[in-house]
């Protein structure tokens, strides 16, 4: 992790908070309504966004410990993941390869995984090792049956897979270096609190509001935003984004008390890990993280966004992560007071607009929405969206090796 360059964006914004400027998009642009309501195209980027690039799973909090699983269905392809023995990720497509039954659900701890179908029995590394009643099977080779493999990169306490056994697309190469600086965070040894999923509208729709402060002080007047900025600078990094406030002060919470803290006044060194990484942290195509205090301690929650079956439809899962499990009862029930907080805002705010939005948009009548100057988290955002799902799959590995190129300059 580069504290340098996270300290050089924290400078940046102190700069502008200081000129009271912040860093604008060249004009306003705008996005074909139907961007939100097609479902052809809809289906596309099911097709070439979510089962071709790499996501973002689960928090590596969620699977501590060997034998740890978790199956989960991504636009239609079921995922196993299993943490092995020496430590390291494994993930699977989770069908048997007898007759493609799911071979496990939910979560939880196994040495190995058996079909409820037939019997067939696998080893947490997805090696065949039972085909029941093997006599009256029939002679197969074993080896040749194991389950199908994912690509699978984990950093920064983070675990991504790419839905695409044959992909060509390097994990690390996609992240452009972005993985490194989340390492700031220092999740990896953090512990998974709470965890719950909430149905949102078309996923560009629910994504968008992830990349916009304009809207802080407006919808959020009444919960936490109205004494909110409604700007941001935006720091990318290929498709990811982190946004932040352009502000001389952040807000050092401890304990009971808020404390405000002047940066200017403060020497690099002497900079709050809590401050560098303020702000909200994306990962493309569908990750949101931001910081927050809770139960006496640092957290953060980490939203990850999945289309729903229909084009007007999304799911979010909301994983709410802490440095160390709260241990008082008290410090149990701020940490929940807190995480209920976040679902409030999002669940009665964030997307009960956005199903609002996305009905109206429905109807046809207006052919375009306006993404200003002052948000240019989302016009970088649908740009990377089109380039993507248009691109063909050498296109996609030549586009993060160009970008790998460029920063290296």
């Given at each position: 992790m580069s504290r340098e360059e996270l300290v050089a964006m924290t400078r940046n914004l102190v700069a502008h908070g200081a000129?009271?400027?912040?860093?604008?998009?060249?004009?306003?642009?705008?996005?074909?309504?139907?961007?939100?309501?097609?479902?052809a195209l809809f289906e596309v980027e099911k097709r070439q966004i979510f089962r071709r690039l790499p996501l973002m799973v689960a928090p590596s909090c969620e699977l501590p410990n060997p034998g740890d699983f978790k199956a989960m269905d991504i636009c239609g392809v079921p995922l196993l993941l299993s943490r092995q023995k020496d430590g390291?990720?494994?993930?699977?497509?989770?069908?048997?390869?007898?007759?493609g039954n799911p071979l496990a659900s939910g979560c939880g701890n196994a040495s190995r995984f058996t079909c409820g179908y037939h019997g067939w029995t696998f080893k947490a590394d997805g090696d065949l090792i039972g085909v029941a009643d093997a006599q009256d099977f029939g002679k197969i080779d074993k080896s040749q049956h194991c389950l199908t493999k994912f690509p699978v990169y984990e950093n920064a306490g983070l675990i991504w897979v790419t839905l695409d056994p044959a992909s060509k697309l390097d994990i690390a190469d996609y992240l452009c270096g972005y993985d490194e600086l989340l390492k700031a965070f220092e999740f990896e040894g953090w512990t998974l609190f709470a965890q719950r999923t909430l149905p949102g509208p078309n996923w560009k729709t629910a994504y968008d509001g992830y990349l916009d402060f304009y809207h802080l002080p407006v919808l959020h007047k009444?919960?936490?935003?109205?004494?909110?900025?409604?700007?941001?600078?935006?720091?990318?990094?290929?498709?990811?984004?982190?946004?932040?406030?352009p502000s001389k002060f952040a807000i050092k919470v401890s304990g009971d008390d808020d404390q405000q803290l002047d940066l200017e006044a403060l020497s690099d060194d002497d900079l709050p890990q809590e401050v560098l990484v303020q702000g909200v942290w994306t990962i493309?195509?569908?990750?949101?993280?931001a910081s927050f205090y809770g139960g006496g301690q640092r957290g953060a929650m980490i939203s990850q966004l999945f289309p729903?079956?229909?084009?007007?439809?999304?799911?979010?899962?909301q994983f709410y992560?802490?440095?160390?499990?709260?241990?008082?009862?008290?410090?149990?029930?701020?940490?929940?007071?807190?995480?209920?907080?976040?679902?409030?805002v999002v669940r009665d705010e964030d997307y009960a607009t956005g199903k609002r939005q996305q009905q109206a948009l429905a109807s046809g009548l207006m052919k375009e929405v306006l993404f200003g100057r002052n948000e240019k988290g989302g016009q970088v955002f649908h740009q990377w969206v089109e380039r993507l799902t248009n691109a063909t799959d050498d296109e996609l590995v030549e586009i993060f090796a160009q970008e790998q190129r460029q920063a290296a300059e």
């Open positions: 000129a009271d400027t912040m860093e604008y998009a060249d004009e306003v642009v705008r996005i074909p309504a139907s961007a939100y309501t097609d479902p390291s990720m494994g993930a699977f497509l989770n069908m048997c390869t007898h007759r009444d919960t936490f935003g109205a004494d909110f900025y409604n700007r941001a600078n935006y720091f990318a990094f290929g498709p990811h984004q982190r946004l932040s406030t493309f195509p569908h990750i949101s993280i729903g079956e229909k084009v007007g439809e999304s799911f979010t899962t992560v802490m440095e160390n499990q709260p241990e008082t009862p008290e410090q149990v029930q701020a940490a929940h007071d807190q995480f209920n907080f976040l679902e409030v």
